[in-house]
């Protein structure tokens, strides 16, 4: 049986992970044999935003693990716990957290950085040639991780796309039901919610993604 790690960024769509994306790629998950493990970075959000008026709640803090517990029913451990040799391969979902919490391009566009205790666990997974599934904006952090001429999509946001190949990826436009894959470096991406419409236009995408990580796993 196959292991894949899920790495979340918190829990909401304007503020940590995208739900529906996390769930959908669970459930594609189970439904193909695999298992899976969740994690998320020890750290505080960039902020904390009303879902429901989608205000930032001025002097609120929540932190990104405790918050991704949420969706992982309890069962998440700390990035930094991360032993590589159980796992298989790994799958981002998006939501505005991957690019607030995982890294600050909500913040800084192509001149983003990647946080420390994300760029040390995804690293391992570039490093040791395991597939990784990037889904909805997480792709922004494609070029950091696998250098010039990496390809992936965030669908066909221009100014993202731009950012993307600025930081010196190759960004292929692509449709909510369609994956972009780099065979050469076991990389997929697909927008989701760049995209979708509704959840059916979501999962789409993200059934064809995980199917194809564990085809490359």
Same mark, same amino acid.
């Not at 309890?74 to 990035?79: C, M, Q």
């Not at 390809?151 to 449709?175: C, L, S």
């Given at each position: 049986m196959k292991k894949i790690a899920i790495l979340l960024s918190g =829990?909401? !769509?304007f503020d940590g992970a995208e739900i529906h994306e996390s769930v959908l790629a669970l459930l594609t998950l189970a439904r193909a044999g695999a298992d899976y493990q969740c994690f998320a970075p020890d750290i505080p959000q960039l902020h904390v935003l009303n879902h429901l008026t989608g205000e930032v709640e001025e002097g609120a803090s929540r932190n990104v693990l405790v918050e991704a517990a949420r969706i992982a029913?309890?069962? /998440?451990?700390?990035?930094?716990?991360?032993?590589?040799?159980?796992?298989?391969?790994?799958?981002i979902p998006g939501g505005f957290g991957a690019a607030k919490n995982l890294c600050n391009f909500a913040v800084k566009g192509a001149?983003?950085?990647?946080?420390?205790? %994300?760029? +040390?666990? !995804?690293?391992?997974? %570039?490093?040791?040639?395991?597939?990784?599934?990037?889904? =909805? /904006?997480?792709? !922004?952090?494609?070029?950091?991780?696998?250098? +010039?001429?990496?390809?992936?999509?965030?669908?066909? *946001?221009?100014?993202?796309?731009? $950012?993307?190949?600025?930081?010196?990826? @190759?960004?292929? *436009?692509? $449709? !909510?039901?369609?994956?972009? %894959? @780099?065979?050469?470096?076991?990389?997929?991406?697909?927008? $989701?919610y760049m995209?979708?419409?509704?959840? %059916?236009?979501? +999962?789409?995408g993200i059934e064809k993604l995980v199917h194809k990580v564990l085809e490359l796993a």
């Open positions: =829990c909401g !769509v029913r309890g069962e /998440i451990k700390a990035t930094s716990d991360l032993d590589i040799s159980e796992f298989d391969a790994l799958i001149d983003c950085e990647i946080n420390p205790q %994300v760029k +040390a666990f !995804v690293s391992q997974f %570039v490093d040791a040639n395991k597939p990784v599934g990037f889904i =909805c /904006i997480s792709p !922004v952090m494609i070029p950091h991780f696998y250098g +010039a001429g990496a390809k992936g999509t965030i669908g066909t *946001d221009e100014g993202t796309a731009a $950012a993307f190949n600025t930081m010196g990826g @190759d960004h292929q *436009d692509a $449709a !909510v039901h369609e994956i972009v %894959v @780099d065979e050469g470096r076991k990389l997929v991406s697909t927008p $989701a995209l979708a419409g509704n959840i %059916v236009e979501a +999962a789409s």
